[in-house]
């Protein structure tokens, strides 16, 4: 089964002006990894790649290995200079808050 794009799932949380946004992000590296605000609109970009080598034949792929796009839409402008990030255990987590 071939993808053309992926989506990694993500959780959205907020209280008040303040948001967490966590999405998975199993064997990305975080170099791979784009953040940006404009507006009231957070965009995620990265690559997930195979780095398996050496002479192996495909049995079964199921682990897509593309680039991908995340674009959330938040109630009001995103305060970009609130934006922290951290990574572990395969799950990116996002902290913001809005204007």
């Known amino acids: 089964m071939f993808h053309t794009s992926w989506q990694p799932p993500a959780d959205v949380y907020h209280a008040g002006t303040q948001w967490l946004i966590k999405l998975e992000l199993a064997g990305v590296s975080p170099k791979e990894v784009d953040v940006r605000a ?9 690559h997930r790649r ?3 080598q050496g002479g192996f034949i495909v049995q079964r792929m199921e682990i897509l290995y593309t680039r991908f796009m995340r674009s ?11 934006i922290t990030c ?5 799950i990116l987590r996002i902290w913001l808050k809005t204007l």
């Open 86 to 90: 951290e990574y572990s255990d395969g």
């Open 72 to 82: 959330f839409s938040l109630p009001a402008e995103i305060d970009a200079d609130s």
């Open 50 to 52: 195979d780095l398996l």
């Open 38 to 46: 404009q507006g009231n609109e957070l965009v995620v970009r990265g």
